[in-house]
């Protein structure tokens, strides 16, 4: 029993939060590439929705690190869902697959500071966007700069 009574694995014991990927994806053929990367350089959390609304409507438990939009929205739809999302999670890395570049979609993607990539995405690829996911995740509880000191006046 430690200082305040509870037993290791109790209930009272408070698990720690999870950072987790996001991704938002139609194609099972592209999901399932993901979920195989993912379990090969992650053991977090990846949560995967099959469209922007799913995801809007029932907002991960993690904390979230990182969002993988791979849908067939227009520029327009997901302009607003990659705004909506860096206001949610302002400081998450967000990338968007899309079939072609110097689009509009790219030009939503850049817009909303996400990284864009096209079809077909590279082993190469998922993986540089997971390693970014795991640095991600290190540096979030940290702060960015030491607090201010105030010096009293003499």
Known sequence: MGATGAREGSALRPNPVRSCIVMVCGDQEETGRIEEEFSKVESGCLQVYTKIVDLMNNLPTGRVVSVIVATTDGPSIMGQALSWI???WPRCSITVIGDVGCNGLEMAARRNS???????????EWTAILTQHSRQRQTLGRRERPPVRAFPLR
């Open 114 to 124: 996400a990284n864009f990539l096209t079809r077909p995405v590279t082993t190469e």
């Open 86 to 88: 860096r206001h949610r």
